[in-house]
């Protein structure tokens, strides 16, 4: 099984395809640009998958005597695997429930287990329906925003330096002048944008376009406000 290992080959191959390599960077920054709205969206799939061990844990299986005389779709489509007996397992499922914005199966199981209308029953009710909007609605739909909006503004800076391959900072022209004084003294210098700094140029040219749209449109307003006084000017 070790000589399966020789596929990493592969994968270091295709480091010198311009393509691939270009879709990793764009991946990679995408990851860490994105990384807080990951952390909230991971930390409120924490938060309810630790209370769904609490109320559900131990519960979902198919001889438990709630579900007697109960035909559950939860245990005919063998997705017993999903369930709240630990924290990895309740993280797997509510992070299920999260991708596909919504599982019935799982909310019927963990309903089916009290009697309607008691408090127990009225609390899985809770969870469940604060989960969807806290996760599905808002968090995730956060992150995928965020990542197309990344996405997006990473193909534009792309483009443009593909454009304008002449137009670097005074500062990049810097390091390039410090490369080659210490190359004729026999140093290397190696210069690497780390991923803190591939955030904020994103966010830079992200806030900044937003910042250049409303000063846009406030002239705009501005000028169509001043036409319109002066029209009345001239009717006076």
């Known amino acids: 099984y070790l000589n399966l290992l020789r596929l990493v080959r592969l994968l270091k191959a295709l480091n010198y395809i ?7 960077r764009t991946i990679y920054t995408m990851v860490t640009t994105c990384g807080d709205v990951l952390v909230m969206n991971l930390l409120v799939i924490y938060l309810w998958s630790a209370a769904g061990v609490q109320i559900f844990g131990g519960q979902l299986y198919p001889s438990n005597p709630a579900f007697k005389d109960k035909d559950l779709d939860f245990f005919t489509s063998h997705q017993e695997v999903y369930n709240f ?32 209308y008691s408090f127990s029953w009225i609390l899985a009710q809770i969870f469940w329906f604060t989960f969807y909007l806290g996760s599905p609605l808002i968090a995730w739909n956060v992150v ?14 792309q483009d443009k330096a593909e454009e304008d391959k002449d137009g670097r900072s005074q500062i990049e022209r810097n390091l390039e002048k410090m490369q080659l004084e210490l190359a004729e003294q026999g140093y290397c210098l190696q210069i690497a944008e780390s991923a803190v700094l591939k955030k904020e140029r994103v966010y830079r040219e992200m806030f900044t376009e937003d910042a250049d749209d409303e000063i846009e449109d406030g002239s705009e307003d501005k000028t169509d406000g001043d036409a319109e006084a002066g029209e009345a000017t001239g009717e006076d």
Do not use: G
């Open 18 to 24: 311009e393509e691939f390599a270009q879709t990793v």
């Open 85 to 116: 007996n630990d924290m990895v397992l309740a993280m797997v499922t509510m992070f299920i429930v999260t991708i596909t914005a919504w599982n019935d199966q799982f909310f019927a199981v963990c309903i089916a287990l009290y009697e309607p």
């Open 144 to 157: 995928s925003a965020f990542s197309i909006d990344v996405f997006c503004k990473l193909s534009e800076m």
